[in-house]
């Protein structure tokens, strides 16, 4: 009882930080929450070019947790909460909330003077709209994680939101920002597909901007939102996603003034960036698609080859991951320890057996599963179950573009072991419709966000229930009936130390299985011209954005 005493103070004191003003929303307090780096005062007007590294296809951050999309439209959408830089749960379109029952029951009390960018109001209805007819069905996070305990969402009036658990639930503030729960219009949306609605190309939001054009594979173009919530807010006129694709392109397109923030600066810039002065720059591990990303293969378990747990660690010992962090991210990140990412320090298991870069140990395990080698070259199949003899060791990597360099390495470091890697870059919508919905694929990297809880971003790889077609769900359709159990008993865990427990016994069988490989954890820098100030570092980066005139 003192353990779950101690989370509920906990929780209650969070609350109190964020709800001091249950009115309207202080926006001197709320501007400083969100904004990173602030000179001088404020000034009026003005674009910001952004550069995006590739085409969205659609605006729609609520179906899918492509980074892609929420990169592109989380500007226009609101959570019922926003995070503050230290991670902390601060009002939105909820200026308040109380939690009951030992967590078991949130009721959320929201804003009455906020308008979707047609003009309609916004209201409790459309929470629940949002939740139960698009979050839970197509939100990969949401749905693997509040899905599976929510039992459910009341509206006891327009302005009244209540989110009742069959136990108690402690992740749920941390799950209710624009990244993770971003609401949409009932009135647009009710009635349709929502992955096929027109209004995925021309959004109605609540955000900061709203949608003015989107030319596909060019920008996407978005004015301030006048009726904005957020009292004087946005200061821009305007914001411009432009699509541009090749990173080196996109620090070119800053040094010559066509663009005014990266999301990303490759490190073979950074350095040459930072001595001209002209820039500054945020660090973060936390981005519109999600916090605390670790970049993973993917190995398909349908696939006769990769069902053998001995051939899935072979390839694992082949892969010198050091050299993906120095090579790739230029040492900007660590390499992955472990399932769980080390932001989430009572979630990440230590001292576990993770195979390391051992090519001998690759090439010795590839022959006891069959796999051999007779000239040195691409190694055939003797006696491997669902495979004819004969068959060479060849297979797909897919990835998006940007992820083309992992591909390249990864394909240069398997051909020392004997297999014989093809790559394949596709967009986002292509990639995630060609792995998660059609599911023809070999084997693929994806940087898998965990959030700033295991239920938020992990729960949704591991689980049988999330293999779907889903994007970024259970992509390698690992089926573990033990570990659906553990997370099912990790959610109504309210002691922390005893879900940690929990978690390293999750973290102790993957390891061992390896329906995945955990390559590095990023760290993303992004940079911007010092003729703008007052970012924030993740999906309402230019929210209290402004730029000398």
Known sequence: MKARALVIVLVFSLLAMACADTGREDDGEAQETTTTTTSGEPVRGGTVVAAIDSDPGQLNPAITTSGAVHYA???MFNGLVALSPELEPVPELAESWEVEDDGA??????????TWHDGEPFTSADVKFSFEEVLLEFHS???????NALESIETPDDHTVEFRFTEPYAPLLQQLDVTEAPIIPRHVYEGTDPQENPANLAPVGTGPFRFVSYDPGQEIVLDANEDYFKEDLPYLDQVVLRVIPEEGNQVIALESGEVDWLFEVPGPDLSRLQESGEFEFIETSVNPGGANCIMTVSFNLDRPIFQSVEVRTALAHALDREQFLSRVQFDQGRVAEAPIHSGIPFGHAEGLNMPTFDRAEAERLLEEAGWVSEDGG???????????????????????PTFSQYGELFRAQL??????????ALEPPVFADTVFTQRDFDTNVISYCNGTDPEIGVRRMYISSNIAPIPFSNAAAYRNAEVDRLFDQAITTVDRDDRSAIYEQ???ILVEE???FWLVETVATRAYTTDCQ???EAGHFAETAFCEQ
């Open 73 to 75: 439209s989380e500007l």
């Open 105 to 114: 029951l949130y009721r959320f009390q929201l804003r009455d003077d906020v």
């Open 141 to 147: 996070r949401t749905k693997a994680s509040v899905g």
């Open 378 to 400: 691409t190694r055939t199949a003797q006696g491997v179950e669902g495979v004819p003899d004969g068959t060479p060791l060849a297979f797909e990597f897919l990835s998006f």
């Open 415 to 424: 051909a020392e072991v004997g297999a014989e890697v093809s790559l394949q």
């Open 506 to 508: 999750i973290q102790e």
């Open 514 to 516: 390896l329906p995945y």
């Open 534 to 536: 007052g970012f924030g």
